[in-house]
């Protein structure tokens, strides 16, 4: 092996989002395990197009990098508070959930302290030795073996078919972008969100109260029926446990695949107290005048189906009615797509991909550790995080499980229990009780023959 590196790493993490940094703020405190995390960006950033003042996160605080595992380890919020002498002003802000700016410095505040994570350094290309049994990885700074690889490289915005025709279009762009490019939006008297989840509302939301009395018209479409609020009762959360996630796997991949596409209200909709801000707001707007007299539109239950440029500018989408099947234009000068995020492999994994047993749909196959299946000749651990929804379910994307799946991760890569898990976490029984045999009932003449004797 021509190895510039004294020894292997146990574990090499491509990408620092906030679950690659959960695992790397655990792994920092094992010992046993040396691991390094690249990730291709300058610093740590976590989606800061939608740092939107007053946007709050869906989840409480101890869905941070550890607690749900470690509540003792130093990388916790609560360690962060007290860090910045800020734990009496959170005590007293009776805050449950934080604002997402204050979330993204936390992680930036562990990102830039942990030892084990590198930034500006892309990992370029992932290779297996099968002669040495290591993975090889090219990045930046140079080369970097591991006998394990953990991606977590995130997830990409979603720009729907529909809209290919004006991909570029400076007035037409993702709400991942929308803080960098919302001065874009000054000179539109016409401006329409696309997507009902959190992103749309709190995009929407941001709109009413920036552009309040100039005149532009504002519009907000949505495929979804109704612009319906997350589940958040507290037995329905249960869904985001271990052991909804163990059950979820042990489903046939098409019930998995239509069960996620039917929980949309678990993970795609918009928070309660959003929704209801932006009704306070339109109330307020109307105080004095008719409803009608806001320029205002909230049209949920339609598709677009196609986009075209406008015969004055601006663009014209073409709209079905998922009930009646009415079609109609609408004709907008600026368009935000929130439409979600997707998983996708990085191009990093090029050089292995034959050696990863992909499922029918070319997904990863994923075990309940999170390790990627792959043909026998690859026999390192090749893990992911957040590229699992189709056999892990909805709790794949959502914070408050990350340190629970990062510790799992840890665990197999240890091959050794680093940290006890819990195994139940939920009051709900998710699969049917252990089957019993089922004794046939007497037929009814046998019954009344019975009787008689």
């Known amino acids: 092996m021509d190895n510039p590196q004294s020894r292997p790493y146990d574990l090499l993490g491509v990408g620092l ?63 962060y508070l007290r860090e910045h002498q800020r734990l009496f002003p959170f005590y007293f802000a009776e805050r449950f959930q934080l604002a997402r700016r204050e979330y993204d410095h936390y992680c930036r505040w562990a990102a830039e302290r ?76 016409d401006i329409t969100v696309v997507g009902s989840g959190q ?15 100039d005149g532009t018209r504002l519009r907000w479409l949505s495929r979804t029926r109704a612009l319906a609020p997350m589940e958040y009762s507290k037995l329905g959360l249960e869904h985001f446990t271990p052991d909804y996630t163990r059950y979820f796997h042990t489903l046939a991949p098409a019930v998995r ?24 707001h339109l109330y307020e707007r109307t105080i004095g005048r008719p409803l009608d007299a806001d320029p ?38 600026a368009v935000v797509l929130a439409t979600g ?18 499922d029918e749909q070319g997904r990863y196959r994923v075990d309940l550790d999170h390790r990627v299946a792959t043909k026998p000749r690859l026999t390192g651990g090749l893990y992911v995080q957040n590229a699992e929804l189709h056999t892990h379910g909805v709790g794949t994307p959502d914070l408050g499980l990350g340190a629970h799946r990062a510790a799992v991760i840890l665990n197999a890569v240890a091959g050794k229990t680093v940290h006890h898990l819990p195994e139940r976490a939920a009051w709900t029984s998710f699969a049917p009780p252990a089957a019993t045999p089922v004794v046939p009932r007497p037929q009814e003449g046998n019954r009344a023959a019975t009787a008689t004797r």
Not at 202 to 207: A, G, M, N, Q, Y
Not at 258 to 270: G, I, M, N
Not at 341 to 354: K, N
């Open 114 to 189: 942990l030892v084990n994570c590198r930034f500006d350094a892309a990992v370029a290309a992932v290779h297996w030795s099968a002669e040495d049994e290591l993975f090889r990885a090219e990045t930046r700074a140079g080369e970097v073996w591991a006998r394990n690889v953990v991606l977590g490289v995130g997830t990409r915005p979603v720009h729907p078919e529909p809209f290919a025709t004006l991909r570029g279009n400076p007035r037409v762009w993702h709400a991942a972008d929308y803080l960098a490019k919302r001065h874009s939006l000054a000179q539109a008297r």
């Open 257 to 280: 695949d239509r069960l996620v596409e039917s929980q949309w209200q678990l993970h795609k909709a918009a928070s309660a107290e959003t929704l209801a801000e932006i009704h306070d």
């Open 17 to 79: 989002g906030p679950f690659n940094l959960s695992l790397a703020a655990l792994a920092d405190q094992v010992s046993s395990v040396s691991s390094l995390f690249c990730e291709a960006r300058a610093e740590f950033s976590w989606h800061p197009g939608m740092l939107v003042d007053g946007a709050r996160m869906q989840v409480p605080f101890l869905a941070d990098l550890v607690s749900l595992v470690d509540p003792t380890n130093p990388w916790s919020f609560l360690n």
């Open 296 to 333: 205002v539109e909230i049209i949920p239950g339609t598709a677009v189906t196609e986009t075209l440029a406008g015969p004055c500018g601006g663009f014209e989408l073409r709209c079905r009615h998922q009930d009646s099947g009415a079609e109609h234009i609408v004709r907008t000068e």
């Open 199 to 213: 992103s749309g509302a709190e995009v929407f939301l941001d709109l009413l109260r920036t552009r309040a009395g």
């Open 341 to 358: 995020y997707r998983a996708e492999r990085p191009a990093a994994l090029d050089p292995i991909a034959e050696l990863i047993d992909w």
